[in-house]
């Protein structure tokens, strides 16, 4: 018995390195302790991503998800994945979505408020933590689905062009605007692309 739990506990601690030396050292330097990030190494282990989205999270900047490795290494690699985020970051300040003014509540009620662009609105959300995805639905009756990566301090909403189109001209960007217009075009730049909003929790 005793050498069983040898074992799983080795076995747990072999996981636990090799998925910390997967992850960023910006990653690493967000400021999470040990227990976030253990609970996040283990969320990835099991393929469940139960992290708590309530409260409030302030935009930080720009976010590039791609579906595939194969598909980054298409658009040039991490470089160029951080160049295009470095573009994307200019063009939405253009539009008033700028780092620590832009921010989303998601409380426990499944309602939401948030400030994008100057513009305060707010409704209702669903969450799928299992399957990653989040629907935001407007008093306007306006929705808006995204893809969500969350861990107990960060929380990115990542849209495909269309649905990031549709999120500007939501908050009072038109889409015939030029800046708009760039946004969407570097949001469509390769297809599997997601760009959407890095938020840090308050």
Do not use: H, P
Not at 41 to 47: D, F, K, L, M
Not at 63 to 87: P, Q
Not at 100 to 105: A, D, E, L
Request: proline share 0%; aromatic share 6%.
């Amino acid at each position: 018995m005793r050498k069983v739990r040898l074992l799983f506990i080795l076995c747990a601690l072999i996981a636990t390195t090799m998925n910390l030396q997967a992850q960023s050292w910006r990653d690493l330097l967000k400021g999470n302790n040990i227990t976030e990030t253990i609970t996040d190494v283990v969320n990835t282990v099991t393929g469940t991503n139960k992290a708590d989205i309530t409260g409030t999270w302030v935009y930080q900047g720009s976010s590039i998800e791609f579906k595939t490795d194969n598909l980054l290494e298409k658009a040039g690699g991490s470089v160029a994945a951080s160049t295009l985020e470095s573009k994307i970051d200019k063009q939405l300040s253009k539009v008033g979505i700028k780092q620590g003014i832009t921010s989303f509540t998601f409380n426990a009620d499944s309602t939401f408020n948030s400030t994008v662009n100057g513009k305060k609105l707010d409704g209702t959300y669903v969450y799928d933590a299992s399957a990653g995805t989040i629907e935001l639905t407007y008093s306007a009756l306006v929705t808006i689905s995204a893809q969500i990566n969350a861990s107990s301090s960060t929380l990115a909403l990542l849209f495909n062009a269309d649905k990031l189109l549709q999120l500007l001209t939501t908050y009072g960007s038109k889409s015939t605007n030029t800046t708009v217009q760039t946004i969407v075009a570097l949001a469509g730049s390769y297809e599997g692309m997601s760009v959407g909003l890095e938020m840090k929790k308050k």
